[in-house]
């Protein structure tokens, strides 16, 4: 936490400044960096232990930053391009997907699933190309929210690059009130 108490010019002029912290392993992403190119906001690749985005404040000695500070370990966005990917991940990865939300609930972090271009009605139908069942699929990923303590968010994926920026612009503003 910061020791220092900003004024609402310094909490903008902060978040102004974030930058948005993409995973190495990240693909298909176009769609988001040219939705942050367009708004001018900045972003870099860099290795994540878990998650696909998360955000850093860079250096500002003027307002009592030293050195650029990470978020990476206090909150991520997971990115599924669809529910066929969250099926596969449910099923064929669940391993690997519980071995990230392991790592971060070992650090307290917040982990906000965001599953692009689907809805809790194509879940209930059944609208996915997965052969997973729908009351299946529906379990695991309830129980994942109370068990891994996730939260689930549906998004249009021309969507995806202003959720991600607002999910964490609010975190920073409230970390830094």
């Given amino acids: 936490m910061l020791d220092y108490n900003y004024s609402k010019k310094e909490i903008k002029q902060l978040i102004d400044s974030m930058v948005i912290l993409?995973?190495?392993?990240?693909?298909?992403?176009?769609?988001?960096?040219?939705?942050?190119?367009?708004?001018?906001?900045?972003?870099?690749?860099?290795?994540?232990?878990?998650?696909?985005?998360?955000?850093?404040?860079?250096?500002?000695?003027?307002?009592?930053?030293?050195?650029?500070?990470?978020?990476a370990n206090e909150i991520v966005v997971e990115r599924k391009n669809s529910l066929d990917e969250l099926a596969l991940n449910l099923t064929q990865g669940r391993t690997t997907f519980q071995n990230e939300l392991i790592k971060a609930r070992g650090d307290s972090a917040e982990f906000y699933l965001m599953i692009e271009d689907?809805?809790?009605?194509?879940?209930?139908?059944?609208?996915?190309?997965?052969?997973?069942n729908s009351?299946?699929?529906?379990?695991?990923?309830?129980?994942?929210?109370?068990?891994?303590?996730?939260?689930?968010?549906?998004?249009?994926?021309?969507?995806?690059?202003?959720?991600?920026?607002?999910?964490f612009k609010y975190y920073l503003r409230e970390y830094l009130l």
């Fill in 22 to 71: 993409i995973d190495t392993r990240e693909k298909e992403s176009d769609h988001i960096t040219k939705a942050l190119d367009k708004k001018d906001i900045e972003y870099k690749n860099k290795a994540l232990r878990y998650g696909d985005y998360s955000f850093l404040l860079p250096k500002n000695e003027n307002l009592g930053i030293s050195k650029e500070i990470s978020f």
């Fill in 118 to 132: 689907g809805n809790w009605r194509m879940l209930k139908d059944g609208i996915y190309d997965s052969d997973y």
């Fill in 135 to 167: 009351n299946s699929f529906i379990a695991s990923l309830k129980a994942y929210e109370v068990r891994w303590g996730i939260n689930v968010n549906f998004i249009d994926s021309n969507l995806s690059a202003w959720w991600i920026y607002h999910t």
